[in-house]
């Protein structure tokens, strides 16, 4: 819902009065979101700290009216399924890593993509 957007914005930023983050805050926000489950608990899994953009599957996350040649309406959502394998970091990786260079995941993509090694994904679609 587009209506909601303003209030995910204010939800991620920073703290007004004391202009720090606040987890509180998403959490609030999302708790009156039951269908943001699945996705919060991704990303406060090891899933949410995927080695690279090429180590992870992907999704459009909203549905998608298309329409055939008949005239027939489906509703579907596509999902890329990585063809390098999941690959996330643990708590330690994280703080190795991505404390250090928080744009590895660009670096790890350019770099392979430089040196001929393209990423593949397959790509499903749910109707």
Do not use: C
């Not at 959490?27 to 949410?48: C, I, K, Q, V, W």
């Not at 596509?78 to 590895?104: A, C, M």
């Amino acid at each position: 819902d587009a209506i909601k957007f303003p209030d995910m914005v204010h939800a991620f930023k920073p703290d007004p009065r004391t202009n720090l983050d606040n987890d509180a805050r998403r959490f609030d926000f999302f708790s009156h979101l039951p269908e943001s489950t699945r996705t919060l608990t991704l990303l406060y899994s090891n899933e949410g700290t995927p080695l690279s953009y090429r180590n992870m599957d992907g999704n459009s996350v909203h549905a998608y009216k298309l329409i055939n040649d008949k005239g027939e309406v489906h509703y579907v959502k596509f999902h890329w399924k990585t063809r390098q394998g999941i690959k996330n970091l643990d708590p330690q990786q994280v703080e190795q890593i991505q404390g250090k260079d928080y744009s590895h995941m660009t670096q790890d993509l350019v770099t392979a993509i430089n040196h001929g090694d393209y990423p593949k994904w397959d790509l499903y679609i749910q109707v």
